[in-house]
């Protein structure tokens, strides 16, 4: 999974800003686990679970406590690892050139989704933990609430994935944006594009925008080939 998950965020990178998008994606993933660890550890240091209006067993309480510790401690070492695992490879990158980082991402194909899935699995955890907690603080129905927000909160994290690595450039033809947008036929992500005229406008701009670059593109590809001809 960390292979597929680390090519999956390559697969549309130019070779020219390869390095400085690794480097930008293990920086963002290692402040948003920290950030997150100082959570986790906060929430290590909390006061015994005391029930509020209503009554639990000691010895079930004694068990939430100790499992909701144990979590706690299985999402610091996810977000902790998923630092250091950050912290190495900008340390023994930052010093190669393009084509070595290449090799390098290649050699080590697990290097970002390592730290990702590290991170997400800190995140789950830490969120079992809070439902435990509010089990034993509040109840079994705010516990069943706190369980569904994970189910909701994942199933988005995941259409969020999905939709987003269908992503493909070079297959992207964005010339409709210049027509008239009675014509534009858009789905389910790009319904509101055409939603008030503002909107529209913007839409027309930057399309106009994305089809001069991509014709210029396509000129010098041209040129290069007739050159080489």
Not at 97 to 120: E, N, R, W, Y
């Amino acid at each position: 999974m960390t292979t597929m998950l680390s090519f999956d965020i390559l697969e549309n990178c130019s070779a020219e800003c390869m390095k400085e998008s690794v480097k930008n994606n293990w920086t963002n993933m290692a402040v948003t686990a920290a950030l997150l660890l100082t959570l986790v550890v906060a929430m290590l240091q909390v006061d015994p679970i005391e029930s509020v209006h209503f009554q639990l067993d000691e010895s079930i309480t004694v068990h939430i406590e100790q499992t909701y510790i144990s979590l706690l401690l299985a999402a610091t070492g996810c977000n902790l690892l998923s630092v250091l695992c950050c912290i190495i490879y900008l340390s023994y990158v930052d010093p190669l050139c393009q084509a070595d980082v290449m090799k390098f991402l290649l050699t080590f194909p697990d290097s970002l989704g390592d730290p990702a899935i590290h991170l997400g699995t800190g995140c789950l955890l830490m969120w079992l933990a809070i439902s435990l907690w509010v089990f034993g603080r509040y109840g079994i129905v705010q516990f069943a609430i706190a369980l569904g927000t994970i189910f909701a909160f994942g199933s988005f994290v995941v259409w969020q994935i999905t939709t987003r690595s269908s992503f493909s450039p070079a297959n992207s033809d964005f010339s409709w944006t210049q027509d008239d947008p009675a014509t534009w036929k858009l789905g389910y992500l790009t319904k509101n594009l055409k939603q008030n005229p503002k909107a529209i406008e913007q839409v027309k701009k930057i399309g106009k925008l994305i089809t001069d670059m991509d014709s210029k593109k396509s000129d010098s590809r041209t040129g290069i080939g007739s050159h080489v001809l």
